[in-house]
């Protein structure tokens, strides 16, 4: 279905991955391969876009642990390990736990952006399966891992350039640059806030996030209910704050060869979902929303 669909988006994700990683017989996928030293196996689909069916969403997969019944404990660990990550998230997609990288925008896909979305996702599968099992046992897994990679030259540089790229876009949708918050915008009972940082050697990443619930604590109804309605579509995660008793609701993309429709739809993929969600949640599992 990719083939027919969208073969513009896969002709650029082999032409991205071929020579970058070991490629493997793709059977239903765009593309599958071994990435990383670990050699882990990730596969890469295109799939149309839930808000714009035009448009393709290119996700890549690897599985972390494998995990026949998703508990209360490891959804907390999962929420928990959120807070800690810049791309990707962590999904149970019935048999199994694993890390997920979307890329919106799918027509205007860079070369850089794939290889970088399908190395992040092989490096989380293969390190963040201690951290879970860990958390769900009860220990403290420390400092959130980060890849040991050599930052480049000029990162300041760059995260700037790409803040300025990401600030005329937004101050042209009606968000404000503030001193002291960022660049935020309404959006109904919530707020979205969008930041800029750096990401492995010379790659950026646009974090699109907006609270969900403040004041609330961290419960297996709370962490499996965020879970199954991220789980609903391919973009964004729930992460939760403990030292601030904060649910939040964000998407990142890489900022490198910023799109305008990948932030918008970022932007309105985060905002819809918090906004849909807040009221909901805090009256099941308390907490107050950003409104309140």
């Known amino acids: 279905m990719s083939e027919v669909q969208f073969p513009g988006t896969n002709a650029t994700i082999r032409r991205a991955l071929e020579r970058t990683f070991v490629e493997e017989d793709p059977r239903d996928a765009a593309w599958r391969g071994r990435v990383g030293t670990a050699r882990t196996a990730v596969r890469v689909d295109v799939m149309a876009d839930p808000i714009d069916a035009a448009q393709p969403i290119v996700v890549a997969t690897a599985e972390v642990l494998p995990v026949p019944r998703f508990t209360g404990p490891l959804a907390e660990a999962v929420l928990l390990e959120h807070d800690g990550f810049v791309l990707g998230r962590l999904r149970h997609n019935g048999s199994a736990l694993i890390a997920e990288q979307a890329i919106l925008g799918g027509h205007t896909l860079h070369q850089d952006e794939m290889m970088v979305a399908v190395w992040t996702v092989g490096w989380i599968a293969a390190n963040e399966g201690a951290r879970l099992q860990m958390r769900v046992g009860g220990m403290d897994p420390g400092e959130p891992r980060r890849p040991e990679v050599d930052v480049r030259r000029g990162a300041d540089e760059r995260v700037a350039l790409v803040r300025e790229r990401t600030a005329r876009h937004l101050l042209a949708a009606d968000f404000v640059d503030d001193p002291v918050w960022g660049l935020h915008g309404a959006a109904g009972s919530t707020r979205v806030f969008v930041s800029v940082m750096h990401h492995l050697e010379r790659s950026t990443a646009v974090i ?21 309605i991220a789980a609903e579509g391919p973009v964004g995660r729930f992460s939760y704050t403990p030292e601030r008793r904060e649910l939040w609701f964000e998407h990142a993309i890489l900022g490198d060869d910023l799109q305008e429709v990948e932030l918008r739809h970022a932007v309105q993929a985060v905002a819809e979902t918090a906004d849909a969600v807040d009221e909901r949640l805090a009256a099941t599992h308390g907490g107050r929303c950003y409104s309140d």
């Open 208 to 228: 699109v996030a907006a609270p969900v619930l403040i004041d609330v604590d961290l419960t297996d109804q709370l962490a499996l209910e965020a879970c199954a």
